[in-house]
């Protein structure tokens, strides 16, 4: 409970881009890792968020819910792009988890987007429903059944 009022206190009352991506930015980049599975990418992918707020700096009233919807939105439009590229050039694109990544990394990456980044915003960043379901654009029973599912298809995966 500490950890979610300091996170979201500090990140939403930073009083220059500078402190706020000094704070946010580690933080942003996991939460990115965790919706992509891809550590390279996810810090491009906050990099753009962070110049998208520099662009609007003087009219965002929340910078750090505005970063952490960014960051979502980069997320999934990545996976609108990697599913776009997989359907049309199936024997260009590897669909391999690497070797490295650890089993619930690789069942959490073959989630549906939605039922990910629910888990993630859930489980990681420890977020109420209405703030997961403010950041992903739909009301707490769907957050709750994004959850439900998520978690029955994990616990499928996970099986021996």
């Known amino acids: 409970m500490e950890r979610r009022g300091r996170f979201a206190e500090a990140s939403d009352s930073s009083s220059s881009l500078e402190d706020l991506y000094a704070e946010m ?8 890792y965790l919706l992509t599975g891809n ?30 919807t960014s960051v979502l939105n980069a997320c999934r439009g990545y996976h609108r792009r990697r599913f776009r590229e997989r359907s ?12 490295e990544t650890p089993a619930v990394l690789d069942a959490l990456a073959r989630l549906p987007y939605r039922q990910r980044a629910a888990l993630v915003l859930r489980f990681y960043e420890d977020r109420p429903e209405r703030d997961i379901a403010d950041a992903l654009g739909c009301r707490p029973a769907t957050v709750r ?5 998520g978690l029955m298809t994990l616990r499928k995966a996970m099986e021996p």
């Open 25 to 32: 930015r580690g933080p942003m980049i996991r939460l990115a």
């Open 39 to 68: 550590g390279a990418v996810a810090e491009d992918l906050v990099q753009d968020s962070f110049t998208r707020l520099y662009e609007r700096w003087s009219d965002v009233q929340r910078p750090g819910a505005y970063l952490r």
């Open 88 to 99: 049309h050039f199936t024997d260009l694109v590897p669909d391999e988890v690497s070797t």
């Open 145 to 149: 059944s994004l959850v439900h599912r």
